[in-house]
């Protein structure tokens, strides 16, 4: 499923709040970091809700 299938918007327009260019394309980049962060906080959840799922399997296995 797509977003455009339920977002209400078809584009996002919105300010840096700067008239500086340098100054939005460090802002621009700043951004772009903080998304690879939680992209990686989001692996690492999922990596560990797997392994507490393995884990959780081995001891019913094991409580048999």
């Known amino acids: 499923m797509d977003i455009r299938d339920s977002y209400p918007k078809t ?7 700067t008239k500086d260019h340098a100054e939005a394309l460090v802002r ?3 951004v772009e970091v903080d998304q690879r962060f939680e992209a990686h906080r989001r692996m690492i959840a999922l990596e560990r809700a797997s392994l507490v799922d393995e884990l959780s399997a081995l001891q019913r296995r094991l409580a048999l």
Request: net charge neutral; glycine share 0%.
């Open 28 to 30: 621009l980049a700043a």
């Open 11 to 17: 584009a996002e327009v919105f300010s840096l709040k």
